[in-house]
């Protein structure tokens, strides 16, 4: 699930969190930012630049179970919900791959 408001972060986040202490589970949240993006903008103009962080909240996405979230928090910062993910080596695993499967190209 993709949000894009702060308001629906608060209240995602608390449903998470009330989810994973009803079944006694985990709860990881992660906060993404993307390196160098003000550059990005200047070049690309906001308009497309604002098409590229869609495409990437796309991609997170996609990488993440059903019951977890990404939320864009504002300009190129990202946070992200995870259920179930046990420990921090897991979580470690799972973003040091990130990059290099977020790469592709993003058609303009």
Known sequence: MIASDVMQLSKMMQEALATAIQCHGELTVCALD??????????????????????????LDHYLDRH??????????????????????SCTGCWGSLPSRSHSTVRR
């Open 68 to 89: 977890d979230a990404v939320v864009h928090a504002g300009g190129d910062e990202f946070v992200l919900m995870i259920q179930g993910l046990p420990m921090i080596a």
């Open 34 to 59: 993307v390196d160098h993006f003000k550059q990005v903008n200047e070049q690309l103009g906001h308009q497309r630049a604002d098409r590229l962080i869609a495409a990437l909240a796309q991609r």
